[in-house]
């Protein structure tokens, strides 16, 4: 067993890096939210959380002091799901659910399934985006 704050078994491939969103700080073990491209902030009560903290950037105290967006400092974030690379059929925000759309390309949600939750932006139809999948 890990001696860390986190750690008790994480699957090989669940370590993503992400930046963390100007105005936040965020420490070790708490729970993120995608807030934009590529970037988290801490998740508030009962929000969707993508994922914990793992670590962050090099030589910062994460568990007192924390890593702070307004000093461009970056998060290791544990995701136990996969993240790919999908089609965009029309514009697409980072954060947003994803569902199925026509001709094999992803939308946000409206009325189908959630498939994913977008980690990128697509600004419109045939633009690869960044997500991960429900």
Same mark, same amino acid.
């Given at each position: ?6 750690? &008790?078994? @994480? ?12 105005? *936040?700080?965020?420490k070790i /073990? *708490?729970?993120?939210? @995608?807030? +934009?491209?590529?970037?988290?902030? $801490? =998740?508030?009560? /009962?929000?969707?959380?993508?994922? @914990?903290?793992?670590?962050?950037? #090099?030589? $910062?105290?994460?568990?007192? =002091?924390?890593?702070? +967006?307004?000093?461009?400092? #970056? ?8 993240i790919v &690379?999908?089609?965009? %059929? !029309? ?9 199925? +759309? =026509? ?5 946000? *949600?409206?009325? %189908? ?7 990128? !932006?697509?600004? !419109?139809? %045939? #633009?690869?985006?960044? =997500? @991960?999948?429900?």
């Amino acid at each position: 067993m890990a001696r860390n704050k986190v750690e &008790y078994h @994480i699957q090989e491939g669940a370590f993503h890096t992400f930046k963390v969103k100007a105005g *936040q700080t965020i420490k070790i /073990g *708490q729970p993120v939210v @995608i807030s +934009g491209d590529m970037t988290v902030s $801490l =998740a508030g009560a /009962g929000a969707e959380a993508i994922g @914990i903290v793992y670590s962050g950037t #090099v030589g $910062l105290d994460g568990v007192t =002091a924390g890593y702070k +967006g307004d000093n461009g400092d #970056v998060v290791t974030v544990v995701v136990l799901k996969p993240i790919v &690379y999908l089609t965009a %059929g !029309g514009a697409v925000t980072a954060g947003d659910n994803v569902e199925v +759309g =026509a001709g094999g390309k992803f939308i946000k *949600q409206a009325t %189908g399934a959630k498939v994913a939750k977008a980690l990128t !932006g697509a600004s !419109g139809d %045939g #633009v690869t985006f960044t =997500a @991960i999948l429900a």
